[in-house]
């Protein structure tokens, strides 16, 4: 739900806010809002180097128009708490350094007076860009509005008009006016007709049903309910920020628009679930003659299912670049300290790096990566190749800023012999990081990075991997382990984790860790699984930061090849 108002737009659609239930999951801070604020100190530990932020406040977390990529969010102007929330408005041409402009849009007409939240941005055939996103109106009610800029010729889009119809949709029969919001960018079928889906549940007996409301419209003014959703699912609670879009069954890492329909695609439907706080997708067929999305065998839509992310990360968009053939997936990773220590350093909320997304071979899950554009700030590289480590080895990879950096290492597992025993069928991956975590000794693992470490150890955000014997095949672990990563105890230090479906006998286990103060994105299996974790150390700030490669296990492993590189810090321009 809450989206840090960051989302892309891609040549073909805009990512905007994700929808927000303020009754439900922002609770408005009074005494934060009238209480005095200063300027943010500039010289704070945990301020990103690289990482999207706006320089003080509350943001949640874009579009590319004629060559330029926008990045709309929610924001709060005022203070690092949720409260009274803009679309602000930044721009980039390479998705890493930005511009700020003036707020896109503020609540201002009867249909947003209450609020001006999420929604996406779609690209019409005349090349125009269209707005859809939520607005609260003067009886509480989620609405739907739309807008258009005032001048499309202007490539930066400075300013916004809503249109004289708005609202554009209104809560059906049956619809909790609360549980309506979070418009899709919208596609078009073989019919020539114009379809969107807002986010809803019913609430019945445990979560409710969580549902995609279909609307369709011929001119994108006027949009009429279609009689079933897209796509619902029991007990998954309200859906936000769905996202719906194809994906290629032959193309690897190539993106298609969202209007890409027909036998060589599969398609992705996401969303954020509310109770959970997580984004889960399943691929699919999106079956044009019923108007139906049904899910691939195996491919579940509960909080069993796929993620895009197992840490932090939340109310994610994509968005496909025409420039590059590519779909770009951008999720918010939000704190994980108070809301007072918030509003004392003077903001809240990243952004993740924007990744790249697409199909893997199999067709059954999503591979993610980091956009090229971000190797543009590597700087001083370091390298180790054919390097072996013994069972409690601890190396440190000098001669790169630990604290702003970017790692990418191979590991060969000359020996499966001796993996511990799982029975993996049934097992929460999550809390058999928390039970076997960095310290605990194990066989084939714990191995992998120690990142934001201080130089005794007594900080470090730990990203490894270990390898289980499950009957006549290996299952590997991937796990972010935040327990010993700040001395603070008042934080939250939740360990993440998710197996990898890769086979350790036929290929390496690679990991990249972006790693920038206060943010460690991971990268397991080139791309298989992803786990962001949000950390504070007090120790391991600065120059006092360190990485270290390890292994905690018997079994001894080896580096095929690991590079390292300080970063640049990303130009963002208020």
Partial sequence: MAFTAVWFIGLCSLLLGCGIHVEASHKIYPQFLTHPWNI???????????????????????????????????????????????????????????????????????????????????????GKPAILYTGVDLHKRQVQNLAFPKDHFDPHLREWIKVSQNPVMTPPDGVNVSSFRDPSTAWMAPDGLWRVIIGSKIDRVGKGVGKAILYKSKDFFKWELVDHP????????MWECPDFFPVSVNLEGVGLDTSEIGSHVKHVFKVSLDDKKDDYYTIGTYNLEKDIYVP??????????????????????????????????????????????????????????????????????????????????????????STQLNGGSVLEVAGITASQADVEVSFNLPTLENAENLKSSGVNPQLLCSQKEASVEGSVGPFGLLALASKGLEEQTAIFFRVFKDEERFVVLMCSDQSKSSQRSDLDKTTYGAFLDVDPRQETLSLRSLIDHSIVESFGGNGKVCITSRVYPELAIFDEAHLYVFNNGTESISISKLSAWSMKKAKIFM
Wanted: proline share 6%.
């Fill in 40 to 126: 943010t100190p500039t010289h704070q530990p945990h301020r990103t180097g690289y990482h999207f932020q706006p320089a003080k406040h509350w943001s949640n977390g874009p579009m590319m128009y004629k060559g330029i990529f926008h990045f709309l969010y929610q924001y709060n102007p005022y203070r690092s708490v949720w409260g009274y929330i803009v679309w602000a408005h930044a721009t980039s041409t390479d998705l890493i350094n930005w511009v700020h402009y003036e707020p896109a849009i503020k609540p201002s007409i009867e249909s947003d007076i209450k609020g001006c939240w999420s929604g996406s941005t779609t690209i019409l055939p005349n």
């Fill in 296 to 385: 691939d065998e195996g491919s579940v839509d509960d909080d069993s299912g796929l993620r895009y992310d197992y840490g932090k990360f939340y109310a994610s968009k994509t968005f496909f670049d025409s420039s590059k053939d590519r779909r770009i997936l951008w999720g918010w990773a939000n704190e994980s300290d108070s809301i007072p220590d918030n509003v004392k350093k003077g903001w809240a909320g990243v952004q993740a790096i924007p990744r790249n997304i697409w199909l893997d071979k199999a067709g059954k899950q999503l591979i993610q990566w980091p956009v090229e554009e971000l190797e543009k700030l590597r700087k001083t590289p370091v390298e180790l190749q």
């Fill in 230 to 237: 897209l796509h619902s699912a029991e007990n998954t609670g």
